[in-house]
């Protein structure tokens, strides 16, 4: 299956990923209220680090590991079969290690936590990894999307009240583990399972710990940031800053899916020695995410404050100028994936991806440690944007003398001077036209949208931008 074809189907699948929660999520925030949101968000973040334990790095290591085996199908099934030898081992203490937790430790969210416990279980079976690395990203969109879609139903049916909470984890923690079942058995007739030695599984154990170690520091500061919230600031407060957070790591989402469907054609051009086209690669990806990811971070600068009134209801005006600030760490993060699903990734160079996240998450942890007691929410939104920047600053500083990173900032500048005139439009036509719901919202958003639209393709126009380049042979080949 073509780049193309697989990046339409991860980015739909993921775009229905970021816009069923968003469904639910008013509902949610309306029925249990904002210390309900804020004990729910603590569980879920306390159960994605035995999740991210169970994968123990897969998403990258696996991933890469099939994509350079898969033009060689016996060898590809020793890969194939070793990996995932290795995996039901760390899952399955990973699983026992989540069940003390519940059992033992939990204190207020003890019924949530137990309600989550299958997506511990779904890390036994989660074989998307291998998936992925032979670009089959169609049964994962599909299969995912129809769990989903059940999942989301079971809320509006069954959670209507705070006390139901515990519903709304299981509901998405067994479809978290349909959606791994169900991929999985599209994997019958491509790969087969042969007998490996403990030994030889073992093996992937190291590199994979690597870039689960790297995972792991980056979970400290998208994930552990709510658990210092919550248990520093009270969970109202975590309430807030969850529901603002949401919408961000729902628009990350988009960089993720791009960063999922290149990394493994990367590999497999590194693999043949074509380095060359990883940086034309990387040329044209970087200007579309950059393109993306300012005009994603200056819109919300522009309407967070009054979209999180209409859509999270009064009760989370404060999400708003958390919003703002978090908007912009997409920007860093956008950056950081390309470097590293293009060309650190793909060189095997996992070092460089632990170290820059390790930094990452030190610098995290030392910002909210200082500024979370004092600032509750916001000094966690001041926290990750210091280790979002810390991660593509630690990357170039490795990287300088490889890649054009004077290039991708002037593109960067440009695509920022863009945004901010989109801000400026937005604010001016949120004065200039009566109203206040969402028509209002609407209308104001899509005058953004074109000012940005026209700004970026001048932009790109004047410095002769190979991404237009390719879309204007492209139309013309048609």
């Known amino acids: 299956m073509s780049v193309r074809k697989n990046a339409a189907y991860n980015v739909a699948y993921r775009v229905f990923s970021i816009l069923l929660p968003l469904v639910t999520a008013p ?3 309306r029925t249990v209220g904002t210390a309900g ?21 897969l998403e990258n290591y696996g991933v890469r590991a099939i994509a350079q085996a898969r033009e060689d199908p016996e060898r590809l099934n020793r890969v194939f079969s070793g990996i995932w030898k290795m995996q039901r081992l760390v899952a399955g203490a990973a699983l026992a290690g989540w069940l003390i937790y519940s059992l033992l430790i939990a204190g207020e969210e003890k019924q949530i936590a137990l309600s989550l416990t299958f997506m511990s279980v779904s890390c036994l079976c989660n074989l998307d990894w291998c998936l992925m690395g032979l670009d089959r990203f169609r049964p994962i969109a599909l299969r995912n999307t129809a769990v989903k879609l059940l999942a989301a139903a079971c809320v509006f049916l069954f959670v209507h009240r705070p006390e139901d909470l515990w519903i709304y984890g299981l509901a998405w923690s067994l479809a978290t583990l349909a959606g791994c079942c169900s991929c999985a ?8 399972v042969v007998a490996v030695p403990l030994r030889e599984a073992l093996r992937h154990l190291k590199p994979c710990a690597v870039l689960f170690a790297a995972v792991l520091a980056v979970s400290v500061y998208r994930t552990m940031d709510k658990v210092m ?74 309407v967070a404050d009054r979209f999180c009134v209409l859509f999270y209801g009064e009760d989370f005006a404060g999400s708003g100028p958390m919003m703002k ?15 590293r699903t293009q060309w650190i990734l793909p ?56 890649l054009p990173y004077l290039r991708y900032l002037r593109q960067l500048l440009a695509c920022c001077a863009a945004g901010f005139a989109m801000m400026l439009a937005v604010r001016a036509a949120d004065g200039l036209i009566p109203g206040a719901g969402w028509l209002h919202l609407g209308i104001v958003v899509a005058i953004g949208a074109a000012v940005y639209g026209v700004l970026t393709l001048l932009v790109w126009k004047l410095t002769g931008s190979s991404l237009l380049r390719l879309a204007g042979r492209r139309l013309g080949g048609r």
């Open 185 to 192: 058995l599209s994997l019958r007739g491509v790969v087969r």
């Open 347 to 402: 060189q095997e160079r996992d070092r460089i991806v632990l170290r820059s996240v390790l930094c990452g998450a030190v610098v995290n942890f030392a910002v909210n440690s200082l500024l979370i007691p004092r600032l509750g929410g916001m000094g966690a939104v001041i926290g990750t944007l210091c280790a979002e920047a810390a991660v593509p600053l630690t990357q170039a500083f490795y990287l300088r003398k490889e």
């Open 27 to 29: 509902y949610l925030s």
């Open 325 to 339: 600030g978090l908007g912009f760490s997409l920007i860093l993060i956008g950056f950081a994936n390309v470097v």
């Open 229 to 302: 919230v919550g248990a520093i600031a009270g969970m109202a407060e975590n309430g807030l800053y969850e529901n603002a957070e949401k919408i961000v790591y729902c628009l990350s989402g988009f960089i993720s899916a791009i960063g999922t469907v290149m990394l493994p054609r990367a590999s497999a051009l590194q693999k043949a020695g074509k380095r060359d086209a990883i940086l034309r690669q990387m040329d044209m990806t970087m200007q579309g995410i950059l393109c993306m990811v300012c005009a994603m971070a200056f819109g919300l600068c522009a």
């Open 37 to 57: 949101v804020g004990l729910y968000s603590y569980a879920w973040n306390i159960s994605y680090v035995f999740v991210l334990i169970g994968l123990l790095g």
